[in-house]
């Protein structure tokens, strides 16, 4: 599978963008879906997942509350709605695929980031 993820961007801390992250194929309902992160200097990190069926959803503590994954199978693509931004949560984000235990999310697949920068 191949990921492409879109929707970055630059946004004042309070605000909201939705990212998309649209996979080629015809495989993406067999793939649990997550939302990772990288800002500058530091490690990627975990924000998101959603498992296949969309039965299970899990976030980092530090986006509870405020980020929502879902996932359209019929469009091959998997959403990361993010309001109440903050400077924090400046970083590259990306998606990736997993076919694997949700519960060891692995990923098999990366999508290339688009970066959200939050201006205080």
């Known amino acids: 599978v191949q990921l492409q993820a879109f929707g970055g961007g630059l946004v004042q801390a309070g605000g909201s963008l939705r990212l998309s992250c649209v996979a080629s194929?015809?495989?993406?309902?067999?793939?649990?879906m997550g939302w990772f992160r990288q800002a500058p200097g530091k490690e990627r990190e975990f924000v998101a997942t959603?498992?296949?069926?969309?039965?299970?959803?899990y976030y980092a503590d530090a986006v509870v509350g405020r980020f929502t994954i879902s996932r359209d199978n019929a469009k091959n693509t998997v959403f990361l709605q993010m309001n109440s931004l903050k400077p924090e949560d400046t970083a590259v984000y990306y998606c990736?695929?997993?076919?694997?235990?949700?519960?060891?999310?692995?990923?098999?697949?990366w999508g290339r980031g688009t970066l959200v920068t939050v201006s205080s």
């Open positions: 959603i498992s296949r069926s969309t039965t299970n959803r």
């Open positions: 990736a695929a997993a076919s694997g235990n949700y519960y060891d999310f692995r990923a098999d697949a």
């Open positions: 194929g015809r495989t993406f309902s067999r793939y649990h």
